[in-house]
């Protein structure tokens, strides 16, 4: 990469799966919160560097949960992307794939070379996530609501086998409209496939802005509740809440869903405040006030484990 993304954090050694506590691991919270930083640098990085919009606001909306799942949560092994025994990811919402490609690289399954190539002819990253050319990638995804069908199908793959491995699912609040969804939440109920737990980006906006008063999917927890799904909510930014969602949601025993409240474009105020276009390509003025940002945000983040 020709950006530095600073000197790379690594998460203290926790054991993976661990809810975490304020106290007790602040300091590996503090690593997650510069894992974080590294990630939305990156996805500048990708856009800018390759020229190219990309749905910014809907990346960083998604960061905490995607750094969260690969850094912490997920039973992976980097060097083995098919250990038999891993656990499966797979992003529904396939517009984030560079949310993914940035996880794959800050773990090691991909060198971070390939973001240099990132949407270029030959390139093993694609627009959206293709299981056949990126290593690590599960699944084909991009047409909303399928990818969530496709993990479902895992899951039961997984429930016949008496398998070790949990599958994981995020899911787009706009995505919800889609009918698929529904059909799909229905089947894994009926079939009782407790090894499923499904992340809902609930940041209340799609492409053509605010759900709210136009084709919204509230009462959503309801929904899913309808369905017979566990119902888990947190604050989709907050590491703490999210591995102790996780944590109840995988001990549900029926499939779970999270209801993960975020914020389109979270940590770089360009995005949250200016109610951008769904793609947006970055010039180079605001491509540096982005990182400059994030710059503070990390000095920030340093000074608190400083003091």
């Given at each position: 990469?020709?950006?530095a ?54 990346l ?27 656990d ?12 993914l ?77 889609e ?7 229905q ?12 992340l809902v980006?609930?940041?209340?906006k ?10 919204d ?30 944590a ?6 029926r ?16 995005f949250e ?35």
């Amino acid at each position: 990469m020709e950006v530095a993304v600073k000197d790379r954090r690594h998460i203290r050694s926790l054991p993976r799966k661990t809810p975490l506590d304020p106290h007790v691991h602040a300091a590996a919270l503090r690593d997650l919160q510069l894992a974080a930083v590294t990630m939305r640098r990156m996805l500048l990085y990708m856009g800018h560097r390759n020229r190219i919009t990309l749905h910014y606001s809907a990346l960083m909306s998604m960061t905490e949960l995607v750094t969260l799942l690969y850094t912490h949560w997920l039973s992976l092994r980097p060097g083995e992307p098919h250990w038999p025994e891993r656990d499966r990811f797979v992003l529904s919402k396939g517009h984030g794939a560079p949310g993914l490609y940035a996880a794959l690289a800050m773990t090691g399954v991909i060198d971070e070379r390939h973001l240099d190539g990132f949407r270029r002819l030959h390139s093993i990253l694609q627009g959206h996530p293709d299981r056949l050319k990126t290593p690590g990638v599960e699944a084909n995804s991009g047409s909303l609501g399928q990818g969530f069908a496709v993990a479902c199908g895992m899951a039961l793959a997984a429930k016949m086998d008496v398998a070790p491995w949990r599958v994981y699912c995020l899911l787009s609040d706009g995505e919800c409209n889609e009918g698929s969804v529904w059909e799909a939440a229905q089947i894994a109920a009926n079939l009782h496939l407790d090894r499923i737990s499904v992340l809902v980006d609930r940041n209340g906006k799609s492409s053509y802005g605010w759900m709210a008063g136009r084709n919204d999917v509230e009462p959503l927890a309801e929904k899913w509740r309808a369905f017979n799904w566990a119902v888990e909510e947190c604050d989709g930014h907050d590491f703490v809440s999210i591995t102790h969602a996780l944590a109840r949601a995988d001990a549900a025993g029926r499939p779970a869903a999270l209801i993960c409240r975020t914020v389109k474009g979270k940590g770089l105020p360009y995005f949250e405040t200016v109610n951008t276009r769904a793609h947006v390509l970055l010039s180079d003025a605001e491509y540096a006030e982005c990182m400059r940002c994030l710059d503070t945000l990390e000095r920030e983040i340093a000074d608190g484990e400083n003091h």
